[in-house]
């Protein structure tokens, strides 16, 4: 038996639907790729690995809530 937090259901599989103008998944591919250079995000040295996947998680995190954030005055938007 697999136990997983609530509302992650789906949430390792990916859309299967095809989609001309589909959003970026920065949740799946990364932000910082897009605005730093190879050479940075590519990094070995453990620390600044370290440091860039902290930047990304904050990241990821402010953007989510800002997604919760536009939907406040939908009363049918489900929050999970």
Same mark, same amino acid.
């Given at each position: 038996? =697999? *136990?997983?937090?609530?509302?992650?259901?789906? =949430?390792?599989?990916?859309?299967?639907?095809? !989609? @001309? $103008?589909?959003?970026?998944?920065? @949740? /799946?591919?990364? %932000?910082? @790729?897009? !605005?730093?250079?190879? !050479?940075?995000?590519?990094? /070995?040295?453990?620390?600044?690995?370290?440091?860039?996947?902290?930047? =990304?998680?904050?990241?990821?995190?402010?953007?989510?809530? !800002?997604? =919760? %954030? @536009?939907? *406040? /005055?939908?009363? $049918?938007? /489900?929050? *999970?």
């Amino acid at each position: 038996m =697999e *136990f997983r937090p609530i509302g992650t259901r789906y =949430e390792g599989m990916g859309r299967y639907d095809i !989609v @001309k $103008h589909r959003p970026y998944d920065y @949740k /799946k591919k990364g %932000l910082l @790729k897009l !605005v730093m250079p190879a !050479v940075i995000t590519d990094t /070995k040295n453990k620390t600044t690995r370290l440091i860039l996947d902290f930047v =990304e998680a904050v990241q990821l995190f402010l953007l989510s809530y !800002v997604d =919760e %954030l @536009k939907q *406040f /005055k939908n009363p $049918h938007w /489900k929050w *999970f």
